[in-house]
């Protein structure tokens, strides 16, 4: 078997366990093996196709790192609206409770909302909601 097909092998069981493990950075080691496969196809004798490899794979990964680092971290699934379509939507709120909540009609069912704000005066009229925590909206004044 050719140094190229073991490089070719190599880089589709680690596509294989990426796709198991959903694991991003297996998949820029993966981009490494198919430069080490394009070097043997190059005709770069063993250690040279091992370099490239490395050298391509590690800089993948590296690059993958530090865009990762430079980029906000996600909201946490309860505020996040790609998890929860409900968020960003607007709720009307007729009257407070003693208790700092208030009862919305939202989705054709009353739920329980609790202002994202609890120091801010507890007013009626408009609010969007921020989050979800467990079956309670949390509500901000538009």
């Known amino acids: 078997m050719s140094e190229s097909a073991v490089w070719w092998l190599l880089a589709g069981a680690a596509v294989a366990v990426e796709l198991m493990t959903g694991t991003f ?26 370099v490239v490899a490395a050298v391509v794979g590690g800089g993948a990964v590296a690059a993958w790192y530090g865009y990762r680092s430079r980029s906000p971290a996600p909201l946490p699934a309860n505020a996040n609206r790609d998890v929860n379509l ?5 709720v009307q709120v007729v009257q407070w409770n003693a208790d700092g909540t208030a009862t919305v009609k939202f989705r054709g069912a009353n739920w ?12 009626p009229g408009n609010f969007r909601i921020k989050e979800m925590l467990g079956n309670r909206l949390v509500i901000e004044k538009l």
């Open 86 to 90: 409900d968020i960003g939507e607007a």
């Open 25 to 50: 950075y297996l998949l820029m080691m993966t981009v490494g093996l198919v430069a080490g496969a394009a070097a043997a196809h190059l005709g770069l004798p063993l250690i040279g196709q091992i």
């Open 112 to 123: 329980t909302a609790v202002a994202a704000d609890p120091a801010a005066p507890a007013s």
